[in-house]
Antibody, heavy 122, light 106 residues
Framework: QVQLMQSGADVKKPGASVTVSCKASGYSFTGFYMHWVRQAPGQGPEWMGWINPKSGDTKYAQKFQGRVTMTRDTSTDTAYMDLSSLTSGDTAVYFC???????????????WGQGTLVTVSS | SYELTQPPSVSVSPGQTASITCSGD??????PSWYQQKPGQSPVLVIYHNVKRPSGIPERFSGSDSGNTATLTISGTQAMDEADYYC?????????FGGGTKLTVL
């Protein structure tokens, strides 16, 4: 079965950067886009962007342009999300999510990681 | 930017039908979906492509859309259905989520 295993919780100071990893198993890693979604405390989900694990192509939400970088390592079936210049407003749970189909337009996420809490505090 | 609007809360009695709406411009053309999220858990896809139900999702969950409004209907609501529900759509190559609706089963 599809599993997405994320890295553990992290605490960062304002201005720092954070990397969250997402190790995929149970399916062909390069066959499906990987999306990243975050959720601030008490708020709804917020889409951050996607990476095509086969080509490395990325698309980022405009809000995060210039601050987010999504990469992947096909030798370990792992996707990474880097977010820089952190502020307290970036405190959130970060999820990786896989769509249920392989098309670029397929945005229905039937598999999610367990979430990684990133706390930004001085 | 595109926005999806949901009511903040909906209440329903056990065994009754709950309806949660999501509004957005020409939403039906943007392949809306619905997620259920319980506290401390990852979201679960319950409806996709407007009306389709993923495998493993109970038949009491159904979706419909009409122009600018998508509706998630839960028939015979159970206590376990108490959760936050989010609609989602695809617009201009980006993914948008609604603000969420808290479903309370009284």
């Amino acid at each position: 079965q599809v599993q997405l295993m994320q890295s553990g919780a992290d605490v960062k100071k304002p201005g720092a950067s954070v990397t969250v990893s997402c190790k995929a198993s149970g399916y062909s890693f390069t066959g499906f886009y990987m999306h990243w979604v975050r959720q601030a405390p008490g708020q709804g989900p917020e889409w951050m962007g996607w990476i095509n694990p086969k080509s490395g192509d990325t698309k980022y939400a405009q809000k995060f342009q210039g601050r987010v970088t999504m990469t992947r390592d096909t030798s370990t079936d792992t996707a990474y999300m880097d977010l820089s210049s952190l502020t307290s407003g970036d405190t959130a749970v970060y999820f990786c999510a896989r769509p249920l189909c392989s098309s670029i337009r397929c945005h229905w996420f039937d598999s999610w990681g367990q979430g990684t809490l990133v706390t930004v505090s001085s | 930017s595109y926005e999806l609007t949901q009511p903040p809360s909906v209440s329903v009695s056990p065994g009754q039908t709950a309806s949660i709406t999501c509004s957005g411009d020409k939403l039906g053309d943007k392949f809306p979906s619905w997620y259920q999220q319980k506290p401390g858990q990852s979201p679960v896809l319950v409806i996709y492509h407007n009306v389709k139900r993923p495998s493993g999702i109970p038949e009491r969950f159904s979706g419909s859309d009409s122009g600018n409004t998508a509706t998630l209907t839960i028939s015979g609501t159970q206590a376990m259905d108490e959760a936050d529900y989010y609609c989602q759509a695809w617009d201009s190559n980006t993914v948008i989520f609604g603000g969420g609706t808290k479903l309370t089963v009284l």
